[in-house]
């Protein structure tokens, strides 16, 4: 064999591996081209929507800046709300009247874009934050439109807007310092409450883990009850005064409950446990009658119902009825709030089948240990408003009353 090379074929390419390049991005082309898009059909939106769908411009890279030209005219400088250089137009939500007649047609617009494009949602999203967060930025008036703008947005079913991410980063220091929080969240309640309930507000609330902490929009010095009641009064939004000082005394009257019932699982003094709860009863401004309903719950949930039979709960029940009597009695002081405690029994025993047959001698003991006077419980026996098992009840309680009435007369 010859110990000669083989000749080999001239030119052949060396195959070289390929690189990813990646195109810088250019979001002032793209914000000056949707811009050119508002020009040339005027601001109408349902023009707009027409070209830039049939356009091929970069959604999927340009999301953010897409929402900063709907907004406000024109691209914005990174991390601020100002203005960057380049075309603008004058048809953004920001420049039209402070109204939701001309903001909706805005929420709609962008409610079918992010139809035919839903990887906008993530967009929308961020660009909401940031101006959200940058409120102190926007005139008074610029702020309003965005109130009325998300109000709109919620009542829409808006994708892209949950509501975490309006109510959070509304909690800025320095924006809820200056009022302006307050400002904007009453706006949005306003619009908001137009069309929808208030318990479509609360869910809302809810979902952005705000609705017991109204009191976050308001600054520091007016961070009260009081105040919360008198600006939303003031602002008209009344069933939200009432809805807070609902959610207020649900709260308090936990606190009470709490306290109450760990003073009786620790056998504390009645004088002590009676001092706690009147100062406690005077600090949330608890009203008579729903002291005496709380007092009768907490010592019926707080009896040992662990009997092996009937006749040993119900003995239960009614040594805790005495046991406690002294302090029924210090908040019982008048007929009313007595014939208020009467009526509590009434229900529960209705209610409870462990108790239904217990009613009379409920209130044969509490009319031993004097809590109940004899005119109430005549009266609740001869015109009781409370329908509850009350013709069972008035039957059972007959030979109490008419011991009652015989002594009356021998006396």
Known sequence: MSSKEKPTL???????????????????????????????NGGDLE???????????????????FFEVVFVGGRTQPGTVKPEEGDRHPYSML?????????????????????RRPFLIKNLE?????????????????????????????????????????????????????GIVLSFITEFFKEYLKENTLDDLIALLKKGKMEDNLLDFFPSAKRSSEALSEHFIKEG???LVEYNEKKMFEVKLKEIKSTLTTMINDEAAIPEVIETVKQQVKDAKFPDLEVIRMLWDVLMEAVQWSGKNQQQNSNAALRQVKAWAELLNAFCTSGRLELELIYKVQTQCYEDAKLM?????????????????????????????????????VKALEPFVKWLEEAEEEE
């Open 357 to 393: 047959k217990l009613f009379p001698e409920i209130i044969r003991t509490l009319y031993d240990q004097d809590v109940l006077a004899e005119d109430t419980v005549l009266l609740w026996f001869r015109k009781g408003s409370n329908q509850k098992g009350r013709q069972s009840f």
């Open 126 to 178: 961020n660009v909401m934050r940031k101006f959200l967060q940058s409120l102190e930025f926007f005139e008074e008036n610029e702020r309003k439109k965005l109130a009325i703008f998300t109000a709109l947005a919620f009542s829409q079913k808006l994708s892209g807007l949950p509501p975490e991410t309006v109510f959070q980063p509304l909690l800025k220091d320095n924006l809820v310092a200056k």
């Open 47 to 65: 023009l707009v929507a027409k070209s830039i769908e049939s356009s091929d411009l970069n959604f999927l890279r340009y999301g953010d800046t």
């Open 10 to 40: 001239g030119g052949t390419r060396i195959k070289t591996r390929k690189r990813n390049i990646a195109a810088p991005l250019d979001p002032a082309s793209f914000s000056d081209a949707i811009v050119q898009i508002y020009l040339d």
């Open 95 to 115: 420049d039209c009247v402070a109204q939701r007649e001309t903001i909706l047609p805005f929420v709609l617009y962008i409610q079918k874009t992010l139809r």
């Open 237 to 239: 939004l009344t069933s």
